[in-house]
């Protein structure tokens, strides 16, 4: 597998992005996310955008020189429509204000909508805990990208519409949870199929409305089921709570009456933990409750008990300075978006 | 089974808790949260509990004539301390702040600490969606009614900490979540046990950290598992956020380091929709999604789709007028209660 440090990756990310018309500072925002989902090993929400996204500017889904623009304002909320502008960009803009807001305000509640791909919600939630605050993410797909069936349904209605949350630690990172609402992401279902597995009993329904345990049926017309198995209503009502936050609060899509295309329509709401207790004080009482949690007889001896958000932190910490190994399709599709610029590939130093 | 009219069941309560030293509006509040719940079906959150309200009374937990006092405030955050009040109490006006917070700044959040059980949280839920807002709880137990195990581990570390979300709606009832974040709620496994069933797998671990499907080791050591079954580290992270931003902000109890007593320790966040879209195009919005939905290939065709909430609205309209049936130790534990107060129940017409 090819193997590039991250400083060089981030820099590929930048050129090709530069070169399909983003500035250059809106480039760096989407590369140091990109690389960043890499190096927590969440490659799903990697570098393997990059021609996806390239792809999204060619369709024209995607304005790689477009920002997002406030449409609606207050003291503690924000309308955010994100012109088709970077995912990312457009989301750190919102947790950016939704943040201020939170500092001014108390608590800051901001959509988002016409906005491509955001990547991974636990980067902002992350950022807030970051800055000492804590938030609650709702994030949809504008009634795109609909791979879940509602509890006792057998056929796609909804996204995995993932909710996060975060609340700032003494520890070694944030408290944080960032989760599909669906039993599994779809790109879990696809690390099956790419590696020749079997998915768990419980994931999806064939095209027939059968369990199956096959993954390349989900992709032949199935289904991916709620949260919960057999309480599955909750993760669907979960699910559906995520579209009417973020969906219709944002003015964007919903499962049935969809944006133009594919768009994280988002609700961002961040709280200033010091309105209620000081921030201290609530660090050192989540620790206390963190610990009390973590001491507790385990079903199996080599998998500790983890806070939300600890796998991430401890992931961000040993792959720090690592270089970052690249599945061969990925470092391909980076390769054909260099070749479409005309951009050679010698200037970086990639090893195997 | 004992049948008794609503406006009857809920004169008794309030006669009780008048006796017992609750004042007229209080009591009224606290017996009409109670009805409504048997009304719902959901007797666990019923009438039940009045003899357990008056025991905590007894005991000095519950203070039947305090009240809540609202200890910091801005425009859009307050932290109430509930004085050991009836949690009803307290949540009801924590929950009409969060509302007129709501209303003026368009976002508002409120804690409640030092409050007795709160009850059913869907009730403030429906009362949000009720005057058009949108609102999200988090609900804990103060560090106590520990039952849920946390991810990985065997034994009780986190009480089963639920979550409520409600949006407005042109339908029925109000879009209603209202669910503990281990994979079932207490009550459920206790009625398993009551009726002498097996639990279904994947709900509780016994003593010794095995799974069983008997519901008497639960209550013998044993422990309720996370939502998610295999994957109840959502479910986990679900109900640890709810420890943080109910038990921390609201600077009450956690795990770990619980209050006095049991204490419904809260957040109350209350979002008015129309700062982001005008009121009929949401709830219009949500009805065309809703629609789409729940027009899907069902798995039992018996089993129809319904939107979160739907089965309290139907509920509640077809019980709206039917006597209410109360289990016999139900029954037995009000009539001790009007025993303890020399109060004759001859003055209310029970049937059976």
């Not at 477009?66 to 503690?76: H, K, L």
């Not at 990312?88 to 939704?98: I, K, N, P, T």
Request: net charge negative; glycine share 10%; hydrophobic share 40%.
């Amino acid at each position: 597998m090819p193997k590039i440090d991250r400083d060089q990756l981030e820099d590929i990310c930048v050129t090709a992005l530069q070169a399909a018309g983003t500035s250059e500072a809106d480039a760096r925002v989407v590369a140091d996310h990109l690389v960043d989902n890499d190096t927590l090993g969440h490659h799903s929400h990697g570098v393997l955008r990059l021609r996806e996204y390239v792809d999204a500017i060619d369709r024209g889904e995607l304005i790689p020189d477009a920002g997002p623009r406030i449409v609606t304002e207050s003291a503690s909320t924000a309308q955010i429509d994100g012109n088709w502008a970077f995912g990312q960009v457009v989301a750190e803009f919102a947790s950016d204000l939704a943040i201020e807001k939170a500092r001014t305000a108390g608590i800051g509640s901001v959509t988002i909508r016409r906005v491509k791909h955001i990547g991974r919600l636990g980067r902002y939630a992350e950022k807030a805990a970051g800055r000492d605050m804590a938030s609650i993410i709702f994030t949809c797909g504008g009634g795109h990208g609909i791979n879940q069936a509602p509890f006792g349904g057998t056929e796609r209605r909804l996204n995995s519409n993932p909710v996060a949350m975060s609340f700032p630690s003494a520890l070694e990172g944030p408290y944080l949870m960032d989760m599909a609402t669906s039993v599994v992401a779809e790109g879990k279902v696809r690390m099956y199929r790419f590696r020749g597995e079997q998915t768990p009993t419980g994931w999806i329904l064939d095209s027939d409305g059968n369990p199956t345990t096959n993954p390349a049926d989900f992709y032949e017309g199935g289904t991916i089921l709620p949260l919960g198995r057999d309480e599955g209503h909750k993760g669907y009502a979960l699910a559906f709570m995520v579209d009417l936050f973020g969906g219709v609060l944002s003015g964007g899509g919903i499962p049935g009456d969809p944006t133009d295309s594919f768009s994280n329509d988002s609700m961002i709401i961040v709280l200033d933990p010091q309105r209620f207790v000081p921030i201290d004080e609530a660090k050192r009482r989540a620790s206390i409750m963190t610990e009390h949690i973590k001491d507790t007889r385990l079903r199996d001896e080599s998998r500790p008990i983890m806070y939300p958000g600890e796998i991430e932190a401890r992931a961000r910490t040993a792959n720090r300075d690592k270089p970052i190994e690249l599945v061969e399709a990925t470092w391909e599709g980076i390769l054909s978006v260099l070749r479409q610029f005309s951009i050679p590939s010698g200037r970086w130093h990639v090893v195997g």
